[in-house]
């Protein structure tokens, strides 16, 4: 019986060894010998895929690519299948060569007798064996010597970032330059006519943003994200493109919010935009992708809305979270030309929906940031805090502005307060007219705010107190602004109410758009940008 | 660079069938507690391995430790998370402070390295699931020629070399990219890192340990630091009776025999090749350093930034007719091919740098080991090889007083 156990495993050693020998040789012949072509390296759908690029509708072309790409995808995964296959068996293969070899194998019992004497050992070919891994260590490296790879000598041409000056004098980003919503230069004395109005093709609650004789605009739905560029003075729609996928699961978001709240930024080179689903994207001025990224999701119990802040060659994206235990919060930095992550910081916050704005303060430019329960500032070329205050709470939606000498910052259905920039002092606190959603403006005396109940209400800058209140009957989400003499409120019916700032409430007049609207209004000289919920309006003031 | 995220398996282009493509799902990080599990493991094991080899002296004892780690590290951990691999994730730290080096992998790096200092290679001998698997499949070892052996070992010298060039650049972690028995541990895997696991395992049965011996980049680091280890592995537990039992016993040639009297040389020709070689050292590593030199930047292609700067350069001066996913992408990005070629260059700085230091190492343990095989020594006992010997404790038995410490008979 042992003996047959014994024949039976030297057998099995020998079968299941000439199994690996031969199957494994196989395998690995086929593996070195061809290079399979995949729908990854198949030089055919990449021919394919170029000539598509020069006949862009051509039917038959891509039901061709269809084709070929279901064909070379089962390819793969019959190949995949049949790997694993061989892999199982190869290990079969291999746990039968070892039971049957524990059987037939034993070490050699030890007989010093039979060795006899021992032997010097042989350094002299030991020596020669290592010589010889020296050569074959040199002969490969002598080898990569005749491949190298070789790159030409050129000089990068470099991008000057955008000045201070030239971003000043547009209207890049939300609320304008520095985030004030105010626009000196502008006269927008009634009456007003619509000059032009077009269709926006994809809904959203961005604002627009103007660089000389461009309005861009971004929209989403649960299937695509769109930036919109339009020429401000004919209206037309010079070109819109999509961000390039795969598209991510759009995020629950309210209506009110919905899926492109954040406003894009721009810099006279190109668009940048942030949308809820965790992509973001730039595109030169004719359209072209510059870059994209997927920054990942953006998780915000009413949806992502908060708007990117460039400054120079960097695009500021400020991403609030959960509670400011969770360390959810942060900011992080894109190279405006290329994305490239240039740094990120943990922001000690709460989830929020305010956007950062860039102000310059003591000769400094600095990021300024609100969200439960500090104001924040930071250096917008490294990240680094530069000082904070507290004072804030709930659910912070309007954005900070530096207004004179104050950082003017609200907690929504709470407080606005006046913050001495550089400091932690509160200069002052008021529960007078305390918006929900719309940022405050000022004109530099004094600074206004509106409530969810529709209640106008003008604060004395330096102390924050109560000048008079003034209740419009109409409820806002659109920040008021101010252009030239005349503050604009743009409620969500629609309707442009014109006041003139000062210490006593007078009103200017109204003009009805026609179209319900939550985006901020854009002056710009004697003409105003606003998005309806289905067009992009231009209105021009008619006096003289 | 964005034309570098390009999936690398594209998603189908059938969008007027309304197929919904999910998003990415990015798999849940390892829980901390598991993390933390692993290293708790490690620790017992080492504690055990070291326990049982040099204790107790237990052959059977680490047999049973090998399986587990086997089970453990190899079957359900997949063999990853591994001390081997480790090495690569420390090199990428020390030189990019960018890459957040996990303290579990920190862990797993210094560990054993820290137990050997102290109590030699027990790592390997049955916590290692790689040295754990090819000692339980040794079944009828044969003895590897003394000069090929000197040879061969070398050659972990030099992977380890390339592995910390090309972990320290950013081209990949070549350990993992090449090991021969993650594929076994994941039945699955890249066909012929799965034919080469299983002819290592298949001549694992004669040949001790193939992968630990000539090819494993940890064992150097291993092996170094046991041969400062203060307990160690010996032979016979009282006196060595110069019985010569044991002096086949090791598979690994991890045994030194006694050499109690001076081998017939001639002293003139052992001085005078003793100083050739001392000369020789620094022509070695000189050597070294040009060979590394000029192999960087080749070895440089491996890095996914120069391999699309060099495919880029070769579209523009219509070496190539045709283009890649990649290099499309790159063009449409809009990102000028000078800055391409920029950080190409930069980046093959950085091999070419990473190339020679690997090249004087190289050069360095090759003349090292040139002027150890020049230099005699006498020993009065047959010991273990402190850089080599992996404490599988094989040899107790074959020692006649270790035997009697045990209260068995011992054979005529």
């Known amino acids: 019986m042992k003996n047959f156990l014994d024949q039976i495993a030297r057998a099995g050693v020998l079968a299941s060894g000439l199994f690996i020998l031969l199957f494994g040789g196989l395998l690995t012949f086929t593996a070195v010998r061809g290079k399979v072509s ?10 394919l895929h170029n000539e598509l690029r020069t006949r862009p509708k051509d039917e038959e072309l891509k039901q061709h690519i269809r084709q070929l790409d279901l064909q070379l995808r089962r390819e793969t995964f019959d190949r995949l299948n049949l790997s694993h296959q061989t892999t199982r068996a190869l290990i079969g293969g291999l746990v039968v060569f070892l039971l049957c070899a524990h059987r037939t194998f034993r070490p050699n019992t030890p007989n010093p007798l039979a060795w006899g004497a021992r032997q010097p050992e042989k350094y002299q070919l030991a020596r020669y064996g290592v010589a010889g891994i020296f050569a074959l260590v040199a002969f490969g490296a002598l080898l990569a010597f005749l491949t190298p790879v070789r790159l030409p000598e050129r000089e990068v041409v470099t991008e000057l970032p955008v000045s201070d000056e030239e971003f000043r004098l547009q209207w890049p980003s939300f609320r304008g330059p520095n985030g004030t919503g105010h626009a000196a230069d502008a006269n927008l004395t009634l009456p007003w006519r619509v000059v032009w109005k077009t269709p926006v093709p994809t809904p959203g609650m961005s604002s627009p943003i103007i660089w000389s004789n461009t309005v861009f605009l971004t929209g989403a739905t649960d299937k695509e994200d769109r930036i919109f560029k339009f020429d401000a003075t004919t209206g037309a729609l010079t070109w819109s493109v999509t961000l390039p996928g795969p598209k991510p699961p759009a995020p629950k978001v ?10 894009p930024v721009t810099d006279g080179r190109r668009v940048y935009a942030v949308f809820p689903d965790g992509l973001a994207a730039a595109y030169d001025f004719n359209g072209k992708l510059a870059w994209s990224k997927n920054l990942g999701p953006l998780e915000n119990s009413y949806g992502y809305a908060t708007s990117p802040a460039l400054y120079r060659d960097r695009l500021l994206i400020q991403i609030d979270a959960g509670d400011p235990a969770d360390g959810q919060s942060r900011l992080l930095a894109l190279e405006a030309r290329t994305g490239r992550q240039l740094w990120e910081v943990k922001r000690p916050v709460a989830g929020s929906w305010t956007s950062p704005v860039i102000v310059e303060w003591n000769g400094q430019a600095q990021l300024l940031t609100c969200s439960a329960p500090f104001v924040i500032a930071y250096n917008p070329l490294d990240g680094t805090e530069l000082w904070r205050a507290p004072g804030l709470e709930s659910d912070c939606a309007p954005s900070p502005i530096l207004a004179g000498n104050i950082v003017v910052a609200v907690a929504p259905n709470t407080a606005v307060i006046g913050v001495q920039p550089g400091t932690t002092n509160i200069l002052w606190h008021t529960t007078d007219g305390v918006p929900d959603a719309s940022s405050p403006v000022s004109d530099g005396q004094r600074c206004y705010v509106i409530d969810p109940s529709g209640t106008l209400t003008c604060l004395q800058l330096a102390t924050g107190k109560a000048l008079w209140t003034h209740d419009m009957n109409d409820t806002f989400y659109a920040s008021p602004t101010i252009a030239g003499r005349t503050l604009i409120l743009l409620s969500r019916k629609g309707v442009a109410y014109l006041v003139e700032p ?26 105003l940008f606003v998005r309806g919920h289905q067009n992009l309006f231009c209105i021009e003031s008619q006096a003289k | 660079m964005i034309f570098l995220a390009a999936a690398k398996f594209p998603p189908p282009e059938f969008s007027e069938t309304g197929h919904q493509i999910p998003g990415f799902v990015a798999p849940a990080a390892r829980a901390a507690s598991l993390e933390r599990l692993d290293v708790a493991v490690l620790v017992l094991a080492l504690g055990l391995a070291a326990w049982l080899a040099l204790r107790q002296r237990s052959r059977r004892g680490l047999v049973w430790l090998g399986i587990f780690s086997v089970l453990y590290f190899g079957f359900w951990r997949k063999g990853c998370i591994c001390s081997i691999g480790s090495i690569q994730n420390i090199a990428l730290a020390l030189s990019d402070s960018s890459y957040a080096l996990p303290v579990t992998v920190i862990a797993f790096g210094l560990l054993p390295l820290v137990v050997a200092l102290f109590f030699g290679r027990v790592f390997c001998s ?7 698997l090819q000692d339980l499949v040794l079944l009828k070892p044969m003895k590897v020629p003394e000069w090929l052996e000197h040879g061969l070992r070398l050659l972990a010298y030099v992977y380890l070399g390339l592995a910390v060039i090309f972990a320290a650049t950013g081209g990949g972690f070549i350990i993992c990219q090449y090991d021969p028995f993650v594929t076994i541990f994941r039945l699955s895997g890249n066909t012929i890192m799965v034919v080469t696991g299983i002819v290592l395992l298949v001549l694992g049965v004669f040949i001790g340990r193939p992968y630990c011996r000539y090819l494993c980049p940890y064992g150097v680091l291993l092996g170094l630091a046991s041969s400062v280890s203060k307990w160690r592995v010996q032979v016979t537990p009282s006196t060595c009776t110069q019985c010569r039992l044991c002096e086949q016993a090791c598979p690994f040639t991890a045994l030194n025999p006694a050499i109690t009297a001076a081998p017939v040389r001639n002293v003139k020709t052992d001085k005078r090749r003793l100083a050739a070689l001392v000369v020789l050292l620094p022509v070695l590593v000189a050597t070294g350093l040009w060979l590394g030199g000029i192999s960087g930047t080749a070895l440089a292609r491996k890095h996914r930034i120069i391999n699309l700067a060099e495919r880029v350069h070769l579209e523009e001066s219509g070496a190539v007719t045709d283009t890649t996913d990649a290099s499309n992408f790159f063009h449409a990005s809009g990102t000028p091919p000078e800055e391409l070629f920029a950080e190409a260059r930069k980046i093959q700085h950085r091999y070419i740098t990473a190339g020679r230091w690997a090249g004087i190492w190289i050069g360095l343990v090759i003349g090292l080991k040139l002027l150890s095989l020049a230099i005699r020594k006498e020993r009065p006992d047959y010991e273990a090889d ?11 038995r074959y020692c006649p007083e270790e035997l009697k410490r045990l209260g068995l008979t011992v054979p005529e």
């Open chain 2, 386 to 396: 402190q850089t080599r010997c992996v404490a599988c404790a094989r040899c107790y």
């Open chain 1, 254 to 263: 309210t209506d009110d919010t919905g899926l492109a709240a954040p406003t």
């Open chain 2, 126 to 132: 049955a916590v290692c699931p790689h040295g754990a």
């Open chain 1, 502 to 527: 000062g210490d006593s409430y007078r009103e200017l007049g109204k003009f009805e758009l026609g179209e319900k609207c939550n985006a901020s209004p854009v002056p710009r000289n004697r003409r």
């Open chain 1, 38 to 47: 995949t729908l990854v390296n198949s030089k055919q759908v990449v021919r």
